[in-house]
């Protein structure tokens, strides 16, 4: 009985009191609300949506606080975890398979979500222009996926908008019929925003100037976004608009917050004490430091020693981990940024800058903080073993890659000698080894920009990549190969640089491309780095060498970080992480994070390893496109005073609409458009990457040489427009059809003796036996022909056997009406013909053509393929009456006569009629 009252007794936990998270919440808030985990697994079982106040009575929440709980639902609205509908009820997302989701707009209108918290090999969302009217590129959404498109693309319904990510915006000002609007420069902002009157009257921006705008209310079905004017930047040409514009187009956050410039001012310019205690001393290891001359942030430095057959290789990275810590105020604004962005005369740090050129860099002969991959290599290049510490040090040299390079080269006596020639041989090693392992190694032209004290373009130099930089690579790549194995092997998650191979899709069109230009690939389905590399080396000679550099890369995916290991297909690594670079990229400092935590014996975890791939992929995506716009526009305005010059280049690009001309020496592209080409119609066959001519047969192809002449320089687009000059290979004379012959290539000095040659094959086929009609379309073929075949220094002689012709044609035996085209073919058969081979062509002539004295003459006939057809080209058809001739008196009177002049035309009967014409020959 006792034990049935207490029973009763007992009070029932509520369900919030099951939350199997509540420890938890408890630990981080003094007042607990119900976990995410918690209610997503009530809102799955319950089946249906809720509404916020029946969730809350379940969940039993206060009055007190039922403003908190709405703040958290609304929260993991945001994180995609749940959907509020239209109607205000509670959906899981589970249940409705919502996936969060970044746009990324095109400029043409269409879009892709990409998943924010994307998983191997999980597909973005085709979104069309109509779901597109009221997103804008940036934007955090919730999608639902909806099947596939005929094209096997994902599609995607966008349910919510969670978070806009255009906020400020940067154009140009226009008044249009009285209306004050913006055109972005961000061209995937493709509709213009209309600005608000006021803020338009107190500024008073000129017309076409660069301003920038605070988006008060966003597009809205056929409704445009609506902006504050904030900021008038200046005219569009003003010296540095270029990366204020750029800086804004791309929503790059140029400026620290304020908590995270207290926090970086507290920290101290030099290494204390303290903070060498647990770190190795190789303060008195001789580490150097090899970077560019204007470089001012040292990530890196290295060491090299010979030990037996193996080498020791020291690679020592600033320790940014010990001063940047998760979730703090400097940690904030570098996750932001996640990469530092350089442009020309200026960068924009992830860091603060008395930490990514102070405290942080390896400077000289000071003492820093560093993590250290210390290395055993073989002989034959392979990582024997590896351990990673933290360590303090001084570097006792920085060097630029040229002056190691001079060392080099020049050989004597200079400073760190010993230690720069271990470490060039041990480079040799791992060089090797990079062939041996089939690792691609594509070289290009990289440019520098040298300014004027204006700040712009002086002069473009090309950067000459010298072994001194390949050095450097290596040992930075046995380092990151290293810090991937040291993740994997000790099971702990990080972000890893993943670059995976072609797609099935991309591997059948770079194939089909390569069989045009006479190239294979190896690997059948599934080829292999090695194979590429291969096919690289073969092309290495080749002037069109970049282009196919260019198909190989694209044919490729993108490499990307992610938390789960695909491994590096262009290194050719089974695993591959990013290290040694944590003062200028958040993956490196994530690594870092992670190998400190395993060697303390503990674990790292941020919210999400997958979200911050995402993000820091996109964020190095948004970096490389800022640094391209301000390199073309600094282009383009160099070119501006360059308008009429003419240059040779190189084609390196087409499209349906033309060509895509790089300059030699500048390395600066324009484009030629296709109606410059010629007077001919133009089309692009990118089945065999290549521009015709329909009627001239000029071709142009990639790799070819061109002259070209600067035509315009429009900085609003950034792009050059160049005219022809000479350029493109197998031009021809103009005519509809050709012959067999003309069409063989034939050197100008052998032409006579191979138009003798043809004439005589022809004249071979001159029988009685082929009496058949022909068609009239040979008369023009060899018209045209005649020129391709003649010198001009023939030409006397050429009209002198023209005249014996006729009057030989004349004779009263050969009165009957003759065919255009048999005269005609006459009159240009002794132009292919040498003056002195006439007497034995024609006693030839006479011999097979008469049979009998009192027979009509049968006039020789030539045959040709024209168009792939047997043709008529010299002669005539006996059936039908010949059409008058223009060029004698006697052919005059023949046309009074029954001759009936016909059409010129470039085809021939069709084989129907040909056959019932012989029949009526015979």
Partial sequence: MSIRKMKKKAKPLSLREKDPFLAREQQR?????????????????????????????????????????ERRLKAMARDGQILINRRGAVCAGQKLELVKCRIEAHKDGFGFAVPVDKLPKQADFVLYERQMRNLMHGDIVTVRPAGTDRRGRQEGEVLDIIERAQTDVVGRFYLDHGVAI????????????????????????????????????????????????TEVLGDYAD???????????????????????????????????????????????????????????????????????????????ADVSHYV?????????????????????????????????????????????????????????NIKEYRFYPAVMRSHARLTYDQVWQYLEAGGDYPHKTQIETLYKLFQILHKKRAQRGAMEFETVETQMLFDDHGKIERIVPVIRNDAHKLIEECMLAANVCAADFLIKNKHRGLFRNHLGP??????????????LGLSLGGGDKPTPKHYAELAEKISGRPDRELIQTMLLRSMQQAVYEAENQGHFGLAYEHYAHFTSPIRR??????????????????????????????????????????????????????????????DGRITGMANFGLFVTLDDIHIEGMVHISDLGADYFHYRPEVMRIEGERSGIRFEMGGRVTVRVTRADLDTSKIDLALISGGEGKRQRGRQKTETAAQPAAPQNRPSESTASTESKQQQDTPAKSRKRKRSGKKAEAAAAPQTAAPQERPSESTALTESKQQQDAPTKSRKRKRGGKNSEAAAPQTAAPQERPSENSRKASSDSPAPAAQPTQARVLATVNGKITLVSGRADSAPAAPSKTTADDASDKKEKGKTRKPRGSGKTAARKKKTDKQSR
């Fill in 29 to 69: 808030y003094e007042f607990p609300l119900p976990s995410r985990e918690w209610i997503i697994e009530i809102l799955e079982n319950e089946g249906v949506p809720l509404s916020m106040p029946a969730l809350a009575e379940k969940l039993s929440i206060s009055e007190a606080e039922y403003e908190f709980f």
């Fill in 239 to 317: 010296s540095g608009m270029e990366i204020e514009i750029a800086v804004r187009k791309h929503r790059l956050p140029h400026e620290f917050s304020a908590a995270c410039a207290q926090a970086a001012a507290k920290i101290p310019d030099k290494v204390r004490p303290a903070e060498r205690k647990g770190r190795e001393d190789l303060r008195k290891l001789p580490l150097i430091t090899i970077d560019g001359a204007t470089a001012r942030d040292f990530d890196d430095a290295v060491y090299a020693e010979k030990q037996g057959r193996n080498y020791r290789l020291v690679v020592a990275i």
């Fill in 586 to 647: 958040y993956p490196d400092l994530m690594v870092h994070r992670a190998i400190k935590a395993v060697l303390e014996g503990g674990a790292y975890a941020p919210e999400s390893w997958n979200e911050a791939g995402v993000h820091t992929s996109a964020c190095e995506r948004r970096a490389d496109d800022a640094s391209r716009d301000v390199e073309n526009w600094l282009k383009t305005y160099y070119m501006r005073d360059k308008v009429g010059e003419t240059f």
């Fill in 182 to 229: 913006m055109e972005p420069e961000d061209k995937r902002l493709n509709r213009a925003i209309l600005l608000e009157p006021d803020s338009v009257a107190a500024l008073s921006p000129q017309q076409g100037q660069v301003v920038a705008a605070r988006i008060e209310s966003y597009p809205h079905n056929h409704q445009p976004a609506v902006a504050r004017l």
């Fill in 325 to 381: 810590r998760p979730g703090e105020p400097i940690d904030r604004d570098a996750y932001e940024r996640a990469t530092s962005v350089y442009f020309p005369r200026r960068v924009i740090p992830m860091l603060p800058e008395n930490l990514s050129n102070g405290i942080c860099s390896l400077n000289p002969e000071v003492e820093r903080l560093c993590m250290v991959c210390d290395m055993t290599v073989t002989y034959a290049g």
């Fill in 503 to 516: 797609t099935p899709e991309k591997l059948a069109a770079l194939r089909e491309q390569l069989a045009l």
